[in-house]
């Protein structure tokens, strides 16, 4: 899709208009879409839909933008984060608002989606703040809003409430499931290095970090290699064997 946003993007550019003005305006439509329509129900769900779609699409004009004008910035970067959880919350809480005193399960499903929602830009944040990496999971942002506004999009067709209702759970559902993957790659990661970046090991000298433990484990791994090689090899001279651990002995003694 990229792709296909390059020729908008180029042409916005041109008219002198920042990526992050395009960002902050998708955000304000957005919101104004989900709490001018969504409230009024019938088939305002869908003009709703439809009118939040056409600045939905500005979250992949803003980076296309930004890409090609060589203005990618922290500020940028921060700006879409945040204020895409600006307009999640408006199109799930419009919803939760919409359909409070119509169909309370419909609201409750909404609200999940809303609440849960919040913990998985969460998780990875928190991860990546850790130097983890944990771009994982079943429902993305994207997905989420794609199936979201589909299924309000046919209830405002006519179509009955319920579909709109269990494809609001199935998102909770996702979202949650994806808060849980993300949560497993962080105890994968810590399971091979436990410690904060920058920490250092409880008792262990001041200048050893979490790379000094990976190289001695790395090294010791080595180690374990080469005295297997050594016993399957008898051939290997008494001498030879002999300076050999002489010189893990040397090394073993620079390093601590």
Known sequence: ??????????????????????????????????????????????????????????DMLDGTMARLGGLSSRLGAFLDSTLDRVADAAIFGALVWTFLDVDRNTAMAAMLCLTIGSFVPYARARAESLGIDAAVGIAERSDRLVIGLLATGLVGMGLPLWILTWALYALAAAALITVVQRAMAVKRASDLSPLLPGEKAPGAHPAITVA???????????????????????????????????GHDAERDASE
């Open 212 to 246: 000094d433990l990976k190289l001695e484990r790395e090294r010791g791994r080595d180690e374990e290699r080469a005295r297997a090689q050594g016993d399957a090899a008898p051939t290997e001279s008494s001498g030879e064997a002999v300076g050999n651990e002489a």
């Open 1 to 58: 899709m990229a792709a296909v946003w390059e020729a908008p993007a180029r042409g916005l550019l041109k008219m002198g208009l920042h990526p992050n003005a395009v960002t902050i305006i998708g955000t304000i439509g957005v919101v104004f879409g989900a709490l001018f329509f969504y409230p009024k129900g019938g088939t305002m769900l869908l003009w709703g839909t439809l009118f939040i779609a056409f600045f939905v699409v500005t």
